[in-house]
Nanobody, 116 residues
Framework: QVQLVESGGGLVQPGGSLRLSCAAS????????MGWYRQAPGNQRELVAS???????NYADSVKGRFTISRENAKSTVYLQMNSLKPEDTAVYYC??????????WGQGTQVTVSS
């Protein structure tokens, strides 16, 4: 089954941390650069972090120094460690290939809410 399944979101206080996971299936995960995207209400979906098949990473300025993307090819999984969370990080987070359209349809995403 060709799918992406995101998990790990939740409600966290400002300054807190969360670790998101995204499990991919149905395609050869290891050859694709992957990305984490987010979409807040009223906004377009934006790419916040990406990782190449070789492990090189890139981050949006808004998350640089706070978020870390990583991948585990043996498990076809990409992770996003989010530290020092801010209310403006509140969004639904999705993973997919960095270059769109990718080989997977969008998953359901995982909601991250940063609020006191």
């Amino acid at each position: 089954q060709v799918q992406l399944v995101e998990s790990g979101g939740g409600l966290v206080q400002p300054g807190g941390s969360l670790r998101l996971s995204c499990a991919a299936s149905g395609r050869k995960f290891s050859i694709y650069s992957m990305g984490w995207y987010r979409q807040a209400p009223g906004n377009q979906r934006e790419l916040v972090a990406s990782i190449s098949s070789g492990g090189s990473t890139n981050y949006a300025d808004s998350v640089k120094g706070r978020f870390t993307i990583s991948r585990e090819n043996a498990k076809s999984t990409v992770y996003l460690q989010m530290n020092s969370l801010k209310p403006e990080d509140t969004a639904v987070y999705y993973c997919n290939a960095k270059v769109l359209p990718g080989p997977w349809p969008w998953g359901q995403g995982t909601q991250v809410t940063v609020s006191s």
